[in-house]
């Protein structure tokens, strides 16, 4: 019998990388799943590729959109009959830049599908879960969360928020049964680093990126999709109900706290 046997779920932008991974994960413990991202062809695929039959759902869904994400949650809630863990996975940029030479339709785009995201995520979650005295979120920050790298500095800010966001909402519901935590992966080399490379930071291409974020690990490596996984399977498992409103590091050493 898995970890999460019997339990239910919602992960966003779960499609790939990340999101993916961790859906994954959960299935293999014995969760059932829903999973939101953009691509309805996508998902089609991959629920066909997962053969989980009814414990694997999806809905396509825009996270810059609250209506979708609330839509989502709200989804999982009706199909499964209750929400026991919410992972709060979409993010990233799309055409990030020095701020200098940042537009305001990219500050906006980073903002809505990072924080925002997580913000509208998180509270429609927490409506259920308070209500039936249990539950686990976990946010995606960063590394880059607990640092501020030049050239990306509108991701960093969305990913720092959402540690500060995790520490103060823990407080508010940490005696209702309900946990929430932030994971902080280093870099995973995912098909969205692939495609946006080292933009913003004078990084050309995804092999510089590597070099670059394997020199400042502790490992001189990257951080694997399964290692952000098995963090979040732990999280999300009856063993850790004592561990909330913390920014978990699983980012091979680099960040310094």
């Given amino acids: 019998m898995g970890s999460l046997q019997g339990k239910t779920a919602v992960v966003t932008g779960g499609s790939a990388g990340i999101g993916r991974s961790i859906a994954e994960a959960f299935l293999a413990e ?4 829903l999973i939101g991202s953009r691509s309805q062809v996508k ?11 009814e414990r694997a759902r999806f809905l396509a869904t825009d996270v810059t959109r609250q209506e979708d994400v609330e839509r989502l949650v709200d989804a999982a809630h009706h199909w499964f009959g209750r929400l ?3 992972v709060l996975n979409a993010g990233g940029v799309r055409q990030s830049a020095p701020i200098l030479e940042m537009t305001d339709d990219e500050w906006q785009f980073e903002l809505d599908v990072n924080l925002n995201h ?9 409506g259920y879960m308070v209500a039936q005295s249990s539950g686990r979120v976990i946010c995606m920050s960063s590394v880059e969360g607990k640092r501020g790298r030049p050239g990306i500095a509108g991701y960093a800010t969305n990913k720092a928020a959402i540690i500060t966001l995790v520490k103060a909402v823990a407080h508010e519901v940490g005696k209702s049964g309900v946990t929430v935590n932030a994971l902080c992966p280093g870099l995973v080399v995912t098909d969205l680093v692939a495609d946006r490379g080292g933009a913003g930071q004078g990084l050309a291409g995804v092999d510089a990126v590597v070099e670059k974020y394997s020199s400042e690990a502790a490992t001189g490596r990257p951080v694997t999709l399964d290692e952000v996984a098995s963090l979040a399977v732990f999280i999300a498992g009856d063993a850790a109900s004592g561990i909330t409103g913390q920014a978990l590091s699983v980012d091979g050493g680099t960040a310094q706290y």
């Fill in 30 to 33: 014995g969760a059932a799943v």
């Fill in 43 to 53: 998902g089609d695929k991959m629920l066909a590729e997962l053969g989980a039959g």
């Fill in 84 to 86: 026991d863990i919410a």
């Fill in 118 to 126: 997580t913000f509208w995520g998180l509270r429609r979650s927490l």
